[in-house]
């Protein structure tokens, strides 16, 4: 049946006769996350949420979108307002089109970030701005440097139902003064990160641009229900440590639609750093990663460590396309970490222009301080990989266990490489042990062909976070 279609001058005589004609541009959205499909709702009062009750406009707090203002009080004051209706129904800060610069901020709970399109929060480029704060327990001191670190950009500490969304604004480091310092030495402690969200759960990040974060970009980290959907993070891909996505001792993460470039790796799940990870001892588990598009040069497509003493388990990664990286999963790793990476599943993955198909190190040297435990070996099991193709491939794998700890139960299946003319070796093995089935070009001896046509493992069942559905918001506030 054809849609019924109203005539243009009707509609106008329509918006006169009724006044309700000031909305040309129509409604907005914002997502909220709501429930589990079939399931117990989500949210920690055991109710979905409600579309925020109270929406403020930074404008209202005398902010001035010329990239040039600093804007730090409006944000602090908006946020401020907004905490007040946390029990109240929630709030939302719309940010409008324009430059807002600002000094880092912090977000509250049940609370909304809307980035309306050409809305662009810039990061302060004066590093006074960025106090130093405690390190992380599970790393012991700062990732670049010991001590503490600097402050990150946008925080946020011990919340639940936090939501960044909007139509597609920018959120932007401006991480060129970090990088050119980081590189000359000039740093005094280690560069915050974009955004950075602790010890908080449901927390939906969607629809967001996020652009030259001084280092990693979005860590999420002891959280447990993170969603990231439709979510863009660019760098250069020279730019240092500008990771995109790292869910760091995190459990129920979802990853969807999201378009990366860096210059490190798109995804990297960690989970502390060798007797500091092992002491905090809380694994990043159940995350599921679909429809990536990663572009990482000098750095893996999805990495698992190297800060992996926690452990990480479980995780599933679907319909995943790279143009350009260095490697498509990297296990990441080596002595003093301790932990575990097991009951890894990757299903569908092109890679065009690839050094490593597949990587597998054991010998990562990076420590946080010299009383590592030598003992601390990480127990690598359960690694199935399907459904893989790659074009202008380097190498296929480089797999590479410990003599006194084999990186066991290796699955690859359907998997095909186009290797580049090189006189490079293919596939180079040492202490690991697995199966292969129908992947060219055959693989090393370690790896045990079976012939074609048994299919690595893949959970049937989803994870909870996969269940989660994402509400839509009327709002009618656009510009
Ligand atoms: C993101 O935006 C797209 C198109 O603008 C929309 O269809 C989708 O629902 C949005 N997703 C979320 C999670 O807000
Ligand atoms: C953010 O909150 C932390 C406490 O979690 C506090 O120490 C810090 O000063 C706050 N930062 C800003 C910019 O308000
Ligand atoms: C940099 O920030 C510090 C502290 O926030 C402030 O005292 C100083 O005036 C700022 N410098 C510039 C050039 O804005
Ligand atoms: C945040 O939660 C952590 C872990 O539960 C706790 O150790 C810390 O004291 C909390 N911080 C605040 C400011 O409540
Ligand atoms: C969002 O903006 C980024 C940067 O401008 C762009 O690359 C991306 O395609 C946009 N996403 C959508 C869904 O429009
Ligand atoms: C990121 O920073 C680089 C280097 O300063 C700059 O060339 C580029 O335009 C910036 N990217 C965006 C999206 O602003
Ligand atoms: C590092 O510390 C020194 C001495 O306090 C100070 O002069 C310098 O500005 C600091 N550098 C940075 C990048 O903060
Ligand atoms: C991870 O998922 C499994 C089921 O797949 C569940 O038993 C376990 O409790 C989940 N872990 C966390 C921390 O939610
Ligand atoms: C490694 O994991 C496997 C499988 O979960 C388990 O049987 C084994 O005991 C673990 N080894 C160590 C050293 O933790
Ligand atoms: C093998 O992998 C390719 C993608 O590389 C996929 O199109 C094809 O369906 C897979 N075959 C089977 C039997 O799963
Ligand atoms: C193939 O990969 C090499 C790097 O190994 C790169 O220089 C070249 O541009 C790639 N070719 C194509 C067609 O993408
Ligand atoms: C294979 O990898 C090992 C380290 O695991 C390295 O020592 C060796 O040189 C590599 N062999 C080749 C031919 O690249």
Redo the contacts with the bound molecule.
């Keep these: 049946m054809a849609p019924v279609k109203i005539p243009n001058y009707l509609l106008l005589s329509l918006c006169l006769i009724s006044l309700l004609c000031f909305l040309p541009t129509g409604e907005c959205k914002y997502s909220q996350m709501l429930h589990r499909r079939g399931g117990p709702q989500l949210s920690a009062a055991g109710v979905a949420p409600p579309c925020r009750a109270h929406t403020v406009n930074l404008k209202d707090f005398g902010a001035v979108g010329d990239g040039k203002t600093s804007n730090t009080d409006a944000f602090k004051k908006a946020v401020a307002e907004l905490a007040k209706f946390e029990k109240q129904g929630g709030g939302m800060l719309v940010v409008p089109p324009g430059k807002w610069l600002t000094a880092p901020f912090n977000l509250t709970s049940h609370f909304t970030l809307f980035l309306e399109q050409g809305a662009v929060i810039l990061a302060s480029t004066n590093i006074s701005d960025y106090p130093p704060i405690a390190p992380l327990k599970s790393y012991g001191r700062g990732r670049d440097l010991p001590g503490p670190r600097h402050s990150n950009f946008i925080s946020g500490?011990?919340l639940t139902d936090v939501v960044i969304t909007g139509n597609n604004g920018t959120i932007d480091g401006q991480g060129q003064i970090w990088w050119d310092k980081y590189h000359a030495n000039e740093l005094n402690y280690t560069r915050g990160y974009l955004l950075e969200i602790?010890?908080s759960e449901n927390i939906l990040v969607s629809n967001v641009t996020f652009v030259n974060s001084s280092s990693w970009n979005l860590h999420p980290v002891?959280c447990k229900n993170v969603i990231f959907s439709g979510v863009t993070v660019l760098a250069p891909t020279n730019s240092p440590n500008t990771d995109g996505i790292d869910p760091d001792s995190c459990s129920e993460v979802r990853i969807e639609d999201c378009y990366i470039v860096s210059g490190d790796d798109c995804i990297a799940i960690k989970s502390g750093w060798d007797q500091y990870g092992i002491a905090v001892g809380m694994p990043s588990e159940n995350i599921s990663i679909r429809r990536l598009t990663c572009i990482s040069p000098t750095s893996a497509v999805i990495a698992l460590g190297s800060e992996m003493s926690g452990g990480i388990r479980n995780v599933r990664a679907e319909d995943i396309t790279a143009i350009n990286s260095e490697s498509g999963v990297r296990i990441k790793s080596g002595v003093g970490r301790g932990g575990y990476v097991k009951d890894i599943f990757l299903k569908g993955m092109n890679l065009y222009t690839i050094k490593w198909v597949f990587w597998m190190t054991s010998n990562y040297g990076q420590h946080p301080d010299d009383k590592f435990d030598p003992k601390a070996l990480p127990n690598v099991t359960g690694i199935n990989y399907s459904n893989v193709y790659a074009e202008n491939a380097t190498m296929v794998a480089k797999l590479e266990g410990l003599p006194d700890d084999h990186f066991k139960g290796i699955c690859m299946s359907n998997v095909t490489a186009q290797v580049i003319e090189s006189k490079l070796i293919q596939w180079n093995c040492t202490n690991v042990e697995g199966v292969a089935s129908g992947v060219t070009p055959a693989p090393c001896a370690l790896i045990h062909n079976q012939g074609p046509g048994k299919p690595c493992a893949f959970p049937k069942e989803p994870l909870a976070i996969d269940k989660v559905i994402i509400n839509q918001c009327p709002f009618k506030g656009c510009y």
Excluded: D, E, K
Aim: no cysteine; charged share 0%.
């Design positions: 500490s011990n602790m010890y002891y």
